[in-house]
């Protein structure tokens, strides 16, 4: 059951960074500046997650 839950949960993280935050490819050249695009790309996906937890509250998978 918990396999099944992936393409809903982990998966779909991966497929909205990719499609709504550009991170089918990089901006940046070298790995500490590819780097820092990434670590600031996941906080935004971090405070898109929990403004949606504010409003909507928790879901439990």
């Keep these: 059951k ?3 839950m992936r393409s ?3 998966e779909r993280r991966f497929g909205d ?5 550009g991170m089918r ?3 940046y050249r070298g790995h ?12 935004a996906m971090n405070l ?3 403004a ?4 909507k ?3 439990m998978v």
């Design 57 to 59: 509250g928790p879901v």
């Design 2 to 4: 918990q396999y099944k």
């Design 8 to 10: 809903q949960t982990i």
């Design 32 to 43: 500490d500046k590819v780097s820092m695009d990434t670590t600031l790309i996941c906080a």
């Design 25 to 27: 490819w990089t901006r």
């Design 17 to 21: 960074a990719k499609e709504q935050h």
């Design 48 to 50: 898109k997650k929990i």
């Design 52 to 55: 949606m937890w504010l409003v």
